[in-house]
């Protein structure tokens, strides 16, 4: 059987129905499809252009179709059906439900399904007619697990007679608007077909998104795939993550998670110190895999652009935040965390490039990161000039302070860099508070831990300083420490290799899945509603457990750590971004992956940083590094440097307002 179609060429569902083989006839005018239609047939008039459709239903063209028995599936009417019509609106934070069981069992009823930023024609629906998909701000991961709020907006209707469907939105652009989950939009199209009467298109109706992942879940991988993918995300960072800014290059942020309804992301233009010094390290290890001086280059401007101030580092040596590093250019924000980051990737860049110009601003920049944590070892999340630095006392009020946060998420990476610069200069306050720290937060685990976006990515950052710590000092409770959190991290991997994310004690949680509707989208939130989603966050958790494995089985030679760390490898190998249409994507990775859907999927309850956001310094420019690394057999941790930082050290001690000592006893 032929269907009938009034589209343009270019429409997704002409396209996709062509491309599964489907015998199509396609009309630019409604007048002749309706000339050719024959008694009973199915005809759809699908709206080419976003968000009006270019075929009308006047008195005459309806009278035609009910003489004829005819069954209309129509998008974006103007006029008709006992409606009325409003303006074109935009998606903002509602999602699409399935209100009714009509797709189901393959789409149930309070099913979600995502058009992201689609635009649709908001309707007053007759009582008369029936209402089987709507759009609602709901929370939930895949279900609307709140139900519906009041007066969701009805996106599909059925006419009283059963003749007539009309979508309030472009249904069919479900490529070019990358809509998912891919198999619901498949269940709702194969459900349309059937009742249009197209059973045997439907059966067989196939498409592939716009955006997509490498490799399939089950398929073999080639045997340089690593070196693919690192040379593929590399070949991301330097089309389309760089910018120059004058005599300053780095990288931007990323891409928002929001998807315009042409399917674009735009881009987060932001200039963070920790995306840029995270990105140095990725190009640092492009020249060191390939050689490419122009890496290099690369790798040396971010660093510059960084320690040379004062976008990015403050090198007042008067100020109580001399040393510390802004979390994004001229805010005099510091995060710990974020610090962090730019220590170790820097760290790491230094000792790729042999390059020792920036060890003493590295060095400022822990010591002040250093002199602003407590006696126990924590540190406070974040501090902020002037404000936190108010009176006489400056920084001396922190690093004289009992303070403890139970926060892997904000303490751990600057515990590891502590135990990193230990390793190289000896001194020993360093190791002490930071062994006192790890002790604590361990004995804390799980009921004291305070989490932030779930409970699986803050026992993954805690990898990374305990791989740190058994290797500056390997004692049996060392190694059960670092055996106990990877045991409970891979308490969360499966067998492809993804680590699902979970929640712990609600009450622990600083940002927690939303409670309500209407706290959908109102701030920071989990990928996941509920322990169980199978999601893994790229982002959060991923990315770090991807470090923190390779650098325990490095300290180790632990085989079970080994194995594991292969695993979560060859799951990023397989879930790399593939896409011809949107190459700015293509090479990288996504937050927020679904291991059964197997397509990038999440909740979008975050308010900034949704399932399908982009980030180079978190997520890509880790995941490119650790590649590197295991391509040419190297790790994080690495002293060689040790002879610079030993001898800057007494003198940069002085100069920070610490006694210039590398003995045992404490000193303030």
């Keep these: 059987m032929t269907m009938l179609l009034c589209c343009k060429e270019t429409n997704d569902l002409y396209r996709a129905l062509v ?70 609106t935009a998606i903002q934070w509602e999602r699409l439900v399935a209100v009714s069981d009509y797709f189901s069992p393959e789409v149930e009823q309070l099913a979600i399904l995502n058009m992201h930023g689609s635009m649709f024609a908001p309707i007053v629906v007759p009582e008369s007619m029936t209402v089987h998909l709507a759009l609602a701000r709901v929370a939930g991961y895949d279900k609307a697990v709140f139900g519906l709020p009041e007066n969701p907006v009805p996106i599909l209707l059925e006419s009283p007679d059963r003749s007539v469907l009309i979508a309030a939105s472009g249904l069919s652009r479900f490529v070019s608007g990358r809509y998912a989950p891919t198999a619901a939009w498949r269940a709702v199209w194969k459900r349309i077909l ?11 109706l196939q498409w592939e998104p716009a955006v997509g992942v490498q490799y399939d879940k089950e398929a073999s991988l080639p045997d340089q795939a690593e070196a693919l993918a690192f040379d593929r995300v590399m070949t991301w960072f330097s089309r389309y993550a760089v910018y120059s800014i004058d005599a300053h290059i780095g ?6 998670s929001t998807i315009r309804p042409n399917g674009r ?3 987060r233009p932001r200039l963070r110190a920790d995306c840029i010094a995270e990105s140095a390290m990725a190009f640092a290890h492009d020249f060191a895999v390939t050689g490419n001086p122009e890496s290099r280059f690369m790798a040396e401007k971010m660093m510059n652009t960084i320690w040379s101030g004062p976008d990015f580092y403050n090198n007042e040596p008067n100020e109580a935040n001399y040393g510390l590093v802004n979390w994004y250019d001229r805010r005099k924000v510091y995060y710990g965390d974020d610090n962090a980051r730019v220590i170790l990737a820097c760290l790491s860049t230094r000792n790729l490039l042999a390059d020792d110009r920036w060890d003493e601003a590295i060095t400022h920049c822990l010591l002040a990161n250093f002199r602003t944590s407590g006696t126990q070892g924590f540190r406070r999340p974040f501090l902020q000039a002037p404000r936190s630095f108010a009176g006489t ?18 303490q751990s990476y600057l515990w590891a860099c502590n135990l990193w610069v230990y390793a190289m200069t000896g001194y020993e306050l360093f190791l002490k508070r930071t062994k006192q720290a790890i002790r604590q937060m361990m004995e804390a685990y799980p009921s004291q831990w305070n989490w932030t976006n779930g409970m699986t990515q803050e026992i993954a950052r805690m990898l990374l300083p305990l791989s740190f710590l058994v290797q500056v000092e390997d004692t049996e409770q060392h190694r059960l420490w670092l055996k106990q959190m990877a045991d409970e991290l891979l308490m969360q991997m499966q067998p492809c290799g993804s680590i699902r994310e979970h929640l712990g004690a609600l009450e622990q949680g600083r940002y927690a899945p939303p409670v309500s509707n209407e706290q959908f989208g109102s701030r920071e939130a989990p990928l996941l509603q509920e322990n169980g989603d199978p999601v893994c966050d790229l982002l959060y958790t991923a990315n770090w457990g991807l470090i923190g494995l390779h650098e325990a089985a490095a300290t180790t030679g632990d085989g079970h750590l080994r194995e594991a760390a292969d695993r979560l490898t060859s799951f990023m190998l397989r879930i790399q971004i593939r896409s011809q249409q949107h190459p700015y994507l293509d090479g990288a990775w996504m937050r927020g992956f679904d291991d059964e859907k197997w397509e990038y999927w999440g909740s979008s309850a975050d308010c900034g940083w949704g399932p399908w956001c982009v980030e180079t310094g978190w997520t890509n420019s880790w995941i490119a590094s650790v590649l590197s690394m295991r391509i040419r057999s190297e790790r994080l941790f690495d002293t060689s440097a040790a002879a610079s930082f030993r001898q800057l050290m007494p003198g940069l001690l002085e100069e920070m307002g610490l006694k210039s000592s590398l003995s045992d006893r404490e000193h303030l």
Excluded at 194 to 204: C, D, M, T
């Design 393 to 410: 006392d400056g920084w001396k009020k922190y690093y004289e302070e009992d303070y403890t946060l139970y926060s892997p998420h904000y």
């Design 19 to 88: 491309g599964s083989g489907i015998s199509c006839a396609r009309f630019d005018r409604l007048e002749d499809a309706l000339d050719a239609a024959q008694p009973g047939e199915g005809l759809l008039l699908l709206a080419d252009g976003n968000p009006r459709s270019a075929f009308r239903m006047d008195g005459k063209t309806s009278e035609e179709t009910r003489r004829k028995q005819l069954k209309v599936y129509l998008e974006y009417p103007h006029t008709g059906f006992g409606t009325d019509y409003g303006e074109p």
């Design 194 to 204: 059937e009742w249009l009467g197209y059973g045997e298109a439907a059966a067989v």
């Design 265 to 267: 992301q735009l881009m």
């Design 251 to 256: 990288v931007i942020e990323g891409f928002e």
